[in-house]
């Protein structure tokens, strides 16, 4: 199993707008129960924030205002989420409608982080029992 986290860089600082997140860190996950483990596995560049005329890969608060009818900022949801296909879950605090979009179309399932660590691998260790 598979999951990508929102990061801002090689620190692994979750960034909690996903889908202006500069990176996403890629952690295989082994193990059952209470006894998972995460190791990382890569660091993938967001291909949306490359291909975004708007740099807003600095502002987390940044709320996405497209619709499903702007064809091409929704191909850069695409974008993003082919950048991550092989994984099962994503972890994001928040997320534009165009980004859990393209999530369920690609088969990634969503999983929501609601309190406040600020380390990827934190995190995931407190949403272990979530990733299944």
Known sequence: ???AVPVKD???TFFSNAGHAPFFAIFSVKGGGMF???SLEVLVKNPK???DEEHHHDDEAHTCNHDENDTQHVQKHTLMAEAIQDCDYIVIKKACKNTVKSMNDFGIKIKKYNSD????????????????
């Open 1 to 3: 199993m598979k999951v």
């Open 10 to 12: 090689d620190s692994l």
């Open 36 to 38: 998972k483990s995460f």
């Open 49 to 51: 924030v490359d291909s």
């Open 117 to 132: 660590s600020s380390e990827a691998k934190k995190i995931l260790s407190e949403m272990s029992s979530q990733l299944i």
